[in-house]
Nanobody, 123 residues
């Protein structure tokens, strides 16, 4: 699976962005999908995940109520709608695809990764 993330940018605190991640190569609907983020000097952290059909979603506490993950299997794309953005949300955001995990919140549960897209939130 090849993953291509886009949609990052510079936004003021309180603003919104929508990230997209397009998949190609294998059956997209066979994978659960996740978003992670990373800032310099820190480990990559879980942000959100969604199951194969889109009926179940999971969020880190830090983004719950502000971010929404969704997917369109017909378009082989997963989205991350980010509202009420805070400066602490500044990071490089990565999408990932996996098949064999159980919690979906750890990096090792994902086999494929996109290249990352920068999100910068100014105060």
């Amino acid at each position: 699976v090849q993953l291509q993330a886009c949609g990052g940018g510079l936004v003021q605190a309180g603003g919104s962005l929508r990230l997209s991640c397009a998949a190609s190569g294998r059956t997209f609907s066979a994978y659960y999908m996740g978003w992670f983020r990373q800032t310099p000097g820190k480990e990559r952290e879980f942000v959100a995940a969604i199951n194969w059909g889109g009926g179940a979603t999971y969020y880190a506490d830090s983004v719950k109520g502000r971010f929404t993950i969704s997917r369109d299997n017909a378009k082989n794309t997963v989205y991350l709608q980010m509202n009420s953005l805070k400066p602490d949300d500044t990071a490089v955001y990565y999408c990932a695809a996996g098949r064999y995990g159980s919690t979906w919140s750890h990096e090792y549960e994902y086999e494929y990764w996109g290249q990352g897209t920068q999100v910068t939130v100014s105060s």
